[in-house]
T-cell receptor, first 114, second 115 residues
């Protein structure tokens, strides 16, 4: 089955700096890669996703890149703000015409300091 | 458009009791997933259901756990004879299926505590 590894497990940046979180996956059939943000005690919230037919996607301060050959994808947050502090999870899924489960990474705790 | 609903939000059970968790998907969504999150850990897939069908239960423990998504009403995750190790947050997610590339939206979770 799919295995997703995520690094780093913790990340501390100063406000205004950029943050990068990296994930690798094992199943070459995976073709959908979402990122979730989870604040303490809250639900995971989908913040951005990318499909395997795209190499990069951007939404304001958030961008995701995908390298299918190397089987890795990354989340980039620019101009970080204190409200970006949370745990971020990457995930992978193989969509084959019917929906399928997400396999999650172990999470990155991002702390944005003033 | 209401999001994914789960109840109860918090559930306390004693060892040996049954826990019943409910999930109502977003309007128009016909696919439901259950995930378990242990403290300080990631989310682990348990089961994927469509109306009246279990599609994938590869993450469900073989004993004591069951799930259903009836034609009418919410999806239910049932844990019989709970043990302390069942204490976790249980999240349900829904997706519309079809061409939506499996975008899954999560409910607020049920935090189960087993005494």
């Amino acid at each position: 089955g799919e295995n997703v590894e995520q690094h780093p497990s913790t990340l501390s940046v100063q406000e205004g700096d950029s943050a990068v979180i990296k994930c690798t996956y094992s199943d070459s059939a995976s073709n959908y890669f979402p990122w979730y943000k989870q604040e303490l005690g809250k639900r995971p919230q989908l913040i951005i996703d990318i499909r395997s037919n795209v190499g990069e996607k951007k939404d304001q301060r958030i961008a995701v890149t995908l390298n299918k050959t190397a089987k890795h994808f990354s989340l980039h947050i620019t101009e970080t703000q204190p409200e970006d502090s949370a745990v971020y999870f990457c995930a992978a899924s193989s969509f084959t015409g019917t929906a399928s489960k997400l396999t999650f990474g172990t999470g990155t705790r991002l702390q944005v300091t003033l | 458009n209401a999001g994914v609903m789960q109840n109860p939000r918090h559930l306390v059970r004693r060892r040996g009791q049954e826990a019943r968790l409910r999930c109502s998907p977003m309007k128009g969504h016909s696919h439901v997933y259950w995930y378990r999150q242990l403290p300080e850990e990631g989310l682990k897939f348990m089961v994927y259901l469509q109306k009246e069908n279990i599609i994938d239960e590869s993450g469900m423990p073989k004993e004591r756990f069951s799930a259903e998504f009836p034609k009418e009403g919410p999806s239910i995750l049932r844990i019989q004879q709970v043990v302390r190790g069942d204490s976790a947050a249980y999240f349900c997610a829904s997706s519309p299926g079809g061409r939506s590339y499996n975008e899954q939206f999560f409910g607020p979770g049920t935090r189960l505590t087993v005494l």
